[in-house]
């Protein structure tokens, strides 16, 4: 009798809050909270705005710019997007917040998703937006995106920092902030930008959890890694971090996610906003082998000259 009483609150209490949701033209549900602006955003403004989405069956967040760096960019009210919340901001104003819901269902027959083992037939997706700012131009945005950037590199390398520290670490930082240490750094030729390093690693979050590697006690599973070190092949934070070891160096590179994945993450193993740490092991480091030359095709200039015209 209880369990059927709570049952049924709980089923009041659910729709009532769904009744205060409205739809927009594309079937979009939502509710906006107004703030004490009353001057609507215009076309072509430029504005900052905070946004996360959750997969609602379990709370769990699936990106969000909250503690992070918020959303910028320029509104054109002529290409809104559909069944999402930009709809809403030529109603909107600075202060405003706006709630959501979108269905699976409804983003798999948009095209906009796949039934996979993060969207599954009959979910929904919650999310929240807060309107933040506008500013009169983008010169006036991008300023404003660099303190926030500046922002964001200082509280990565203010968590790696202790991170480094509750595992007492010794560590040395790069320029742009990769945290190293070097347990071994190996010798002569040094790992120096345009050499190739034959790598084993283990990847893991700051939690301990591995999320790749090609190594085991130090031995090779699989196939070694060659980077070719600053071209940029990979991460920027390994880019730094290498270039600190030689042959038969041995360490670890704590990388902010700014030098790593960054606010995209790599779907679906590394999530948004991720600090990584890598345990490297440096087996060789050699002067890559040129490339062969390209055959010019009749008609074509030749590399580096210019065209007749």
């Not at 948009?110 to 997706?125: A, P, R, S, T």
Request: aromatic share 8%; proline share 6%; with cysteine.
């Amino acid at each position: 009798m209880i369990k059927n009483t709570i049952k049924l609150l709980l089923a009041i209490v659910l729709f009532a809050s769904c009744n205060q949701y409205e739809k927009t033209p594309s079937g979009l549900a939502y509710k906006v909270t107004k703030g004490s602006s009353k001057e609507t955003l215009k076309n072509g403004q430029s504005i900052k705005l905070n946004i996360e989405y959750k997969l609602a069956a379990k709370d769990s967040i699936l990106s969000s710019s909250y503690a992070h760096i918020p959303v910028y960019f320029v509104l054109d009210t002529a290409h809104l997007g559909k069944y999402n919340f930009t709809e809403l901001l030529p109603t909107s104003s600075v202060g405003d917040k706006i709630e959501f819901r979108m269905s699976v269902d409804t983003l798999k027959k948009l095209g906009m998703v796949e039934y996979n083992d993060i969207f599954k037939k009959g979910d929904f997706i919650s999310g929240r937006v807060d309107i933040l700012k506008t500013f009169p131009g983008q010169a006036e945005m991008m300023k404003d995106y660099a303190v926030e950037m500046d922002a964001e590199k200082a509280r990565e390398i203010k968590d790696l920092k202790t991170y480094a520290d509750s595992k007492k670490l010794k560590t040395q930082s790069t320029q742009n902030g990769v945290l190293v240490e070097i347990q071994n750094p190996g010798t002569l030729p040094m790992a120096d930008s345009g050499m190739q390093a034959t790598i084993l690693y283990r990847g893991a979050f700051v939690n301990g959890k591995i999320f790749d590697s090609n190594m085991v006690n130090s031995k090779l599973v699989g196939q070694p890694l060659n980077v070719t070190v600053g071209v940029g092949s990979v991460i920027r934070g390994w880019d730094e971090g290498l270039r600190l070891f030689g042959k038969g160096g041995k360490g670890r590179l704590l990388v902010p996610a700014l030098l790593a994945y960054g606010p995209q993450g790599s779907a679906p193993v590394i999530p948004p906003y991720a600090n990584l740490v890598f345990d490297v092991e440096i087996t060789d480091v050699t002067v890559p082998a040129p490339k062969p030359a390209q055959p010019v095709m009749p008609g074509q200039p030749n590399q580096g000259q210019p065209a007749n015209h």
